[in-house]
């Protein structure tokens, strides 16, 4: 780009001033082009509104400018007579460099772009707070890998022996830690599809449920209702059922509360009983309003169901207690017959004794 240039004003009576014209020309150039960008680009990018290009418009200028500057200290050395050895050793200094601010650049837009369509994502996106750390990171861990790879191919270093190693290492680490590599694409499956969040009442497979109160990359924290912390690896949730207390069209969840009535009892006025005691609980809601269901001819009694809605999971337990309190006083009042397990024993023979056998 410059190389007319140097020609034109090349003296070889006077490499400075060639050096220092060749220089000023390159400073000249980034500081006009620095406020083009400013005044035109980045000026409409924040006019529209387009956050993302307004920070890739304003960061570009910087690595656009240290790119000028570099390319008008090589043209500069180049117009004093040096060795070889040092003129390929100052333009790999000076490549490193501009590859190392263009990989700063990279980085930063990079981590600017995913923060930003975390904070606008959609319901099903991939890309949410969640799972913002994870592609921060492989990001970062991609901008880092291709610099490298960028240096190593600048100063001539041969990578084969270095990518060979990495492939042996890789085998021996993912035998060794397969376990653990299983936690954390389950980590990164559950993360990006969000099958629960902080908050949630979750039931796993196992039985356990209680409120998640972490979600890492590894493991799971779940704090149940007697105060203790359960830490499930990731890979046993991602391969199990899971049922979210929490989730749904709404947080309000469903409570069935269970009974059985004698046989000779009148069904309609059990089930005013059990509306009765669903209308004087505090803490069930309203809306949906409570109902009963007949729901089979027990072995014993009459299976009846009392249904209520609750706002929250947590308090499952404490509703299921009150109500049963109550529908067991009641029916003791009201005289409604709660039948237990009957069994009729048939004797079909007794055991003859020794004696009767010798006989």
């Known amino acids: 780009m410059l190389d007319p240039i140097k020609t034109y004003f090349s003296s070889p009576d006077h490499p400075i001033i060639d050096a220092f014209i060749l220089l000023g020309v390159a400073v000249v150039t980034a500081v006009l082009l620095n406020y083009l960008i400013k005044w035109t680009f980045y000026a409409w990018a924040n006019k529209k509104q387009r956050h993302n290009l307004a920070f890739i418009f304003g960061a570009i200028r910087l690595p656009i400018t240290v790119s000028i500057l570099l ?4 043209n500069a050395i180049n117009a004093f007579e040096l060795s070889d050895m040092f003129r390929a050793t100052s333009v790999n200094i000076l490549q490193s460099i501009d590859i190392i601010v263009w990989g700063q650049f990279f980085y930063r837009s990079s981590q600017f772009s995913l923060k930003n369509l975390s904070l606008t994502a959609k319901e099903g996106s991939f890309i949410r707070p969640q799972t913002l750390p994870l592609f921060e990171n492989i990001a970062a861990v991609f901008v880092v890998l291709i610099i490298f790879y960028l240096l190593f191919i600048t ?9 060979a190693s990495a492939g042996i290492i890789g085998i021996a680490v993912g035998f060794a830690a397969k376990d653990t590599i299983a936690n954390l694409l389950s980590g990164v499956f559950i993360l990006a599809d969000s099958p629960y969040k902080i908050g949630d009442y979750i039931v796993i497979d196992s039985g356990e449920r209680g409120m998640v109160t972490h ?11 007697d105060d203790l912390e359960i830490n499930v690896p990731n890979a046993i949730i991602a391969n ?5 207390e929490s989730s749904g069209r709404h947080i309000k969840s469903r409570t069935r509360i269970a009974v059985s009535v004698a046989y000779d009892v009148d069904i309609d006025h059990v089930k005013r ?21 007949f729901r089979q001819f027990g072995a014993s009694g009459l299976d009846i169901e009392l249904l209520v809605w609750i706002d929250n999971p947590e308090i499952r337990g404490r509703v299921k207690d009150s109500l049963n309190t ?11 017959e709660i039948p237990y397990s009957k069994h009729d024993l048939y004797i079909k023979s007794l055991p003859t004794k020794p004696e009767q056998q010798e006989k």
């Not at 199990?240 to 979210?244: P, Q, T």
């Open 326 to 336: 109550a529908i067991y006083k009641r029916f003791a009042i009201e005289g409604i």
């Open 240 to 244: 199990g059922k899971i049922v979210n």
């Open 71 to 74: 390319f008008g200290v090589h």
């Open 273 to 293: 009983t059990l509306m009765d005691v669903a209308s004087q609980e505090a803490e069930i809601c309203k809306d949906p309003e409570p109902r009963t269901r």
């Open 155 to 163: 100063w001539n270093i041969d990578m084969s022996a270095w990518l």
């Open 215 to 225: 979600i890492g990359l590894r493991s799971t924290r779940i704090l149940t209702r």
